[in-house]
């Protein structure tokens, strides 16, 4: 939002008066909040926009026409913002037709295709020389589970409500097998072997991504592809899904772990997730030869600071051989967020505010701690994580003392932040 804000204004001082238009999850969280900030953008689209877009194209873009086009929010002649009914989201029959892939060949490039792309340096096993080229690929969109601080399943949104939240758009789409593998002959092809599956939820409907996995092996690409993919700790023990997986070529995958107290988890909507020994998942994840990247949050609803140690001390005690460290923000499309609204509770005043990594950096206060104090914490524990000796010597044996030199290269880098005092 920061860098398009800054560009829809240059077009407008410019005197160009085509109409603007914004996609994404922050218009579809808060279109006519964003409207009345904006003056430079004309349109929003409310969900994912590719009927709506399609539709707006047909007419002519006047101010009468657009009353009649669902699924957007516009400013009227008098200035005022509205928003109509909502546009139909493309059904799980037409996914391969209405969304038929990437235009992989229009993407920038120095002297080969995707040069310009790289990858987390721990999806290249902490080798800055094997971070090009790189692509990200998905089989499905959405969501089935409704945790209160994601907005992803904001792409879903069928209501005209002021304040969207995600959870009550879950649901999933899913491509069909033949068209993802098309995408990945086009990758190949091309010379990319480092792909990161989006999916949410990859691993969740074996209808899916079984037939999936089991193309990719037949092609012979799942020696040459490093990839990774997101699951739930709770949806991957199943008998010999993990050596399909694999096989297939993923060799990292990505766990919502977030917290390390139970009753945290409950309160942010983890379903059965409380039921799960993450250490035994984590254990069969890794005797499968994949990695795991753990993702864990701080300053959730009920955290407090023994809580947030708690959490800190399971990921140290799990030792995965990548970890993620959030500080809990309250994302537009979240339930977090209306939440926080309701509440009183004191929100980021610009889009960088956002950021888990800038200056601006403001994530939420819950009623146990300031965010000053959860990111603080974060912070800290980044470092406190990456400088572990269970951490460092699990990479070591796996990928050398180049790649521990690296991961202590970046713990070097200090973020600056705003509400910290630097």
């Known amino acids: 939002m920061s860098g398009a804000i800054r560009l829809s204004e240059y077009i407008k001082s410019q005197g160009i008066d085509t109409p603007i238009s914004f996609i994404g999850s922050h218009v579809q969280a808060l279109p006519t909040q964003t409207l009345n900030k904006e003056?430079?953008?004309?349109?929003?689209?409310?969900?994912?926009?590719?009927?709506?877009?399609?539709n707006l194209l047909s007419t002519d873009i006047s101010k009468?026409?657009?009353?009649?086009?669902?699924?957007?929010?516009?400013?009227?002649?008098?200035?005022?913002?509205?928003?109509?009914?909502?546009?139909?989201?493309?059904?799980q029959s037409r996914m391969d037709?209405?969304?038929?892939?990437y235009a992989w060949d229009l993407l920038p490039f120095d002297k080969k295709p995707f040069d310009l792309y790289r990858c987390p340096m721990w999806h290249a096993e902490y080798d800055h020389t094997s971070r090009s080229p790189y692509a990200s690929v998905f089989s499905s969109l959405g969501c089935r589970f409704k945790c209160g601080f994601c907005m992803i399943n904001m792409i879903n949104r069928d209501d005209d409500d002021e304040i969207g939240v995600a959870g009550n758009y879950s649901m999933m789409r899913y491509w069909s097998t033949e068209h993802v593998l098309k995408q990945f002959d086009k990758l190949v092809e091309m010379g990319v072997y480092n792909v990161r599956i989006i999916d949410e939820m990859f691993l969740l409907n074996r209808k899916y991504y079984i037939p999936l996995c089991e193309g990719l092996i037949e092609r012979g690409y799942g020696e040459k592809l490093r990839m990774w993919a997101y699951s739930r700790i709770d949806t991957i023990r199943r008998p010999g899904i993990l050596k399909l997986v694999r096989n297939a070529g993923i060799r990292w995958l990505g766990l919502g772990i977030e917290s390390g107290d139970r009753n945290v988890r409950l309160e942010v909507s983890k379903g059965k997730f409380q039921d799960v020994d993450i250490h035994e998942v984590v254990r069969q994840v890794e005797e499968a030869d994949i990695n795991v990247g753990g993702n864990f949050i701080f300053g959730l609803p009920g955290d407090t600071m023994e809580s947030m140690r708690k959490t800190l001390d399971l990921a140290i005690d799990l030792a995965p051989a990548m970890a993620n460290f959030y500080a809990s923000m309250p994302l537009p499309g979240s339930q977090l967020y209306k939440d926080c609204v309701k509440n009183g509770i004191q929100m980021p005043e610009n889009y960088e505010a956002y950021s888990w990594h800038s200056y601006e950096?403001?994530?939420?206060?819950?009623?146990?701690?300031s965010n000053v104090e959860i990111l603080r914490?974060?912070?800290?524990?980044?470092?406190?994580?990456?400088?572990?000796?269970?951490?460092?010597?699990?990479?070591?044996?796996?990928?050398?003392?180049?790649?521990?030199?690296?991961?202590?290269d970046n713990t070097k880098i200090k973020l600056k932040r705003r509400i910290l005092g630097d």
């Not at 009468?64 to 913002?81: A, P, S």
């Not at 950096?361 to 701690?369: G, Y």
């Open 39 to 54: 003056d430079s953008i004309d349109i929003a689209f409310t969900n994912e926009g590719v009927y709506a877009l399609n």
């Open 64 to 91: 009468e026409v657009l009353t009649k086009v669902r699924g957007i929010c516009y400013r009227k002649e008098d200035g005022t913002v509205t928003i109509n009914p909502p546009e139909k989201l493309v059904p």
């Open 97 to 101: 037709i209405d969304l038929p892939g």
């Open 361 to 369: 950096t403001f994530p939420a206060s819950n009623e146990n701690l």
């Open 377 to 408: 914490f974060r912070d800290n524990a980044y470092n406190e994580y990456h400088t572990s000796p269970k951490f460092l010597l699990k990479v070591q044996k796996k990928y050398g003392d180049t790649a521990v030199q690296n991961i202590i």
